[in-house]
């Protein structure tokens, strides 16, 4: 059987994802002096509350060393589904790592273009095509299309963050913290990056923007719907009842990694889906 092996960015810490027949390579963060293994050293709940004593922190993919361990443990064929390249050098370091490993042919190191709620939904979809005995050219082709056709908003709530990551100006920022605007990010097509969508007064305003985009592409039950959030559950209930009341579809919420919470800070929330 195909063994998939992926990143913390699917949200499954090493033990969740063992117990789907996933093998699971952490990100890891540094905050106050120390480095974590997401989902392993450190919970999403534990690291927001060492950010909320004033620590800053930042975060790295996993080694090349450890890619390239999980590869050789494998005695078959392994693809690798990496979250967005661009957004971090895990795919980059896939590569690397798959060059190094034993009998790389045999390694399938794809770039998935996204991160979060439709990676999780990917690899997931990939899982259930292995355990049915398909080859990699069959699975491959059964996640083409969730890989294709999706979408992921990033709606943020400390204006910090996005500064120190360079995503607002500092003078866009100050006045966005003071006036309390919020920005709606989308995550371009080629995965690489977070483009300003928009700007609204209130947080419901920016949902519902991003719900008519969703109604425009046709988004309902033939889609994975998620909603991921760092620490907000206010937020994540709006979403959720916006999301029932104008689409009529159910949606699976998850917590935020600590490596997405560096990124998008404290109480962002993302809401994201792909084709099934």
């Given amino acids: 059987m195909v063994q998939i092996l ?140 969730s890989i294709n056709v999706g979408r992921s908003f990033l709606i943020p709530y400390d204006f910090a963050f996005l500064k120190r990551g360079g995503r607002l100006s500092p003078l866009a920022a100050t006045l966005g913290g003071l006036l309390r605007i919020i920005p709606i990010l989308e995550l371009s097509e080629d995965g690489k990056s977070l483009l300003k969508f928009g700007v609204k007064k209130t947080y419901k305003k920016a949902v519902m923007d991003i719900i008519e985009v969703m109604k425009n592409d046709g988004v309902d039950d033939s889609y994975d719907v998620s909603i991921s959030h760092a620490g907000n559950d206010e937020w994540t209930d709006i979403t959720i009842d916006l999301i029932k009341k104008e689409l009529g579809i159910n949606v699976s919420v998850y917590d935020l990694s600590p490596a997405f919470i560096t990124q998008g800070g404290p109480g962002c929330v993302a809401i994201q889906y792909c084709k099934k």
């Fill in 6 to 145: 992926s990143d913390s960015s699917t949200l499954y810490s090493v033990s969740e994802g063992k117990d789907v027949g996933l093998v699971v390579v952490p990100l890891s963060v540094q905050i106050n002096n120390k480095s974590y293994r997401e989902f392993e050293d450190i919970s999403s709940k534990e690291f927001l509350k060492i950010i909320a004593e004033g620590h800053i922190p930042t975060s790295s993919q996993p080694s090349i060393g450890e890619k390239e361990e999980a590869y050789n443990a494998v005695n078959g064929e392994v693809i690798d589904l990496t979250m967005a390249d661009g957004l971090s050098g895990t795919y980059q370091s896939a590569m690397i790592a798959k060059d190094m490993s034993n009998n790389p042919e045999r390694i399938h190191v794809i770039n998935t273009r996204t991160l979060c709620g439709p990676h999780r939904y990917i690899v997931n979809k990939a899982l259930k095509l292995a355990s049915e005995g398909k080859g990699v050219k069959e699975i491959l082709s059964g996640i083409e299309n």
